[in-house]
Structures are given as C-alpha cells and as structure tokens.
C-alpha cells in the first residue's frame, strides 16, 4: 500500500487509541498545507527562487489538493513566499484534512465513524485500523533520526521529519523522555544535513513561522 506524505502526516498525527489526532488547530492546519508544499516540490512542481515560489509544472496532476493548489498559483500575478502559500492554503485545510483521513479510511488504514452531538452537530470519530502501518513508519522514522546509518533516509523521510519539527510532534517518535531531547537535537541535524535541505529548511521555516505568528494573534485575542 502506497500512502502519499500528507497521508502519512495524518496518519503519525493520528492517536494510536483514542478517537482524534494527536494535535489539532494551527498546528495540524499548517502541517498540512507544509505536507502539501513539500509533496509538490518533491515533484519537482514547484522551486524556492529567492525565498519566492515558483510553480514548474502543473502537467498531469492527479491529486486534487495539489491541483488546486497549482490553480491558486497560477491566479497570481506575481511570485509569492512560502508563507503565503502556507496561509492560503491554512484556509482550506479543514477541508483537505477531511479529505486525507476519508483517503486513509478507504485504504483501510483508519476508521471513520460519524456521529451526531445532540442530535444535530456532526462530527467525525477517528480510529486506527492498521496499526501496524503506523508503528512501522514511527519506527523508520525514529531511526533516521537517533540511527540514520541503519536505514536509507530518503527525501520524503526528511520532509516528513520536517513536519514533525515544524509541528512540534517530536513525541510522536519517541519512547521515553531521555530520548525525547535527543530526537529534538538530532532531528535539526537531519534535516540540516539532508541533500534537499534547501528547499525543506526553507518550507519548515516559514511553516514555523505561520504557526507562531498564528498562535500569538489566536491567543492575544483570548
């Protein structure tokens, strides 16, 4: 079974036995439209030129969130900063993220259950099916950071690290406390080091950014 990186970012975020995600809001939101960003460049659909985006090839795209992303980019008049994108695509993100987990439930891999508060307001329950899957992909991931000599890190490992680094979810790949720290050391090397550092670092860092700048005006208005 093939998943795609913004289905193995919802999947990781998934909670392995309660019926929700491990992180929710600004956080989740901004992971994805990250996860998306970094999918189209490892497609070699989009560039970062001068901290700018720059859409390559919009030829043949088959998914219909990069789709529309690559829509959005061709609307533009000119070039915008990751940012940008990452804000776009924050106001469709509910959307994408109902669309990614009803992928995953149709691969078997998580279960959807709807349900209805009072009656009246929907919502969705979330629940592993294949855990095995997760665990698997924990366990790879876990060791392209404390073990990368072990295992073939290859780019999609370090944008998915990446995600994990930018939505703060170091926990999800760590065992205990001690390791914990390590994983928040060693993971910056990781991607620091990778060969597609460039294009990662940048889309993290922005991505970082939207989520702080995000959560600071969110609870300034409290």
């Given at each position: 079974?093939?998943?795609?990186?913004?289905?193995k970012?919802?999947?990781?975020?998934?909670?392995?036995?309660?019926?929700r995600?491990?992180?929710?809001?600004?956080?989740?939101?901004?992971?994805?439209?990250?996860?998306?960003?970094?999918?189209?460049?490892?497609?070699?659909?989009?560039?970062?030129?001068?901290?700018?985006?720059?859409?390559?090839?919009?030829?043949?795209?088959?998914?219909?969130?990069?789709?529309?992303?690559?829509?959005?980019?061709?609307?533009?008049?000119?070039?915008?900063?990751?940012?940008?994108?990452?804000?776009?695509?924050?106001?469709?993100?509910?959307?994408?993220?109902?669309?990614?987990?009803?992928?995953?439930?149709?691969?078997?891999v998580?279960?959807?259950?709807?349900?209805?508060?009072?009656?009246?307001?929907?919502?969705?329950?979330?629940y592993?099916?294949?855990?095995?899957?997760?665990?698997?992909?924990?366990?790879?991931l876990?060791?392209?950071?404390?073990?990368?000599?072990?295992?073939?890190?290859?780019?999609?490992?370090?944008?998915?690290?990446?995600?994990?680094e930018?939505?703060?979810?170091?926990?999800?790949?760590a065992?205990?406390?001690?390791?914990?720290?390590?994983?928040?050391?060693?993971?910056?090397?990781?991607?620091?080091?990778?060969?597609?550092?460039?294009?990662?670092?940048?889309?993290?860092?922005?991505?970082?950014?939207?989520?702080?700048?995000?959560?600071?005006?969110?609870?300034?208005?409290?």
């Amino acid at each position: 079974m093939t998943l795609t990186l913004s289905e193995k970012f919802i999947l990781i975020a998934q909670h392995p036995d309660k019926g929700r995600l491990i992180v929710a809001g600004v956080p989740l939101y901004y992971g994805i439209a990250g996860a998306l960003l970094m999918e189209m460049s490892l497609q070699e659909r989009i560039e970062i030129v001068d901290g700018l985006v720059v859409l390559k090839n919009d030829k043949k795209i088959t998914d219909p969130m990069m789709s529309e992303m690559a829509g959005l980019m061709r609307q533009q008049t000119k070039r915008r900063k990751v940012r940008y994108w990452a804000y776009k695509i924050n106001k469709r993100a509910n959307r994408f993220k109902k669309e990614l987990l009803t992928r995953l439930d149709k691969k078997g891999v998580l279960q959807l259950e709807r349900k209805r508060f009072l009656g009246l307001i929907p919502y969705t329950l979330t629940y592993l099916r294949d855990r095995r899957t997760r665990d698997k992909l924990i366990r790879h991931l876990r060791k392209a950071v404390l073990y990368p000599s072990s295992v073939e890190v290859t780019a999609e490992d370090v944008a998915l690290l990446g995600l994990i680094e930018a939505a703060k979810m170091h926990k999800v790949i760590a065992e205990n406390k001690e390791e914990l720290k390590k994983i928040r050391k060693e993971l910056k090397k990781v991607i620091e080091e990778s060969p597609i550092a460039g294009v990662v670092a940048k889309t993290i860092k922005e991505v970082q950014a939207a989520i702080i700048v995000t959560t600071v005006v969110v609870g300034g208005g409290r």
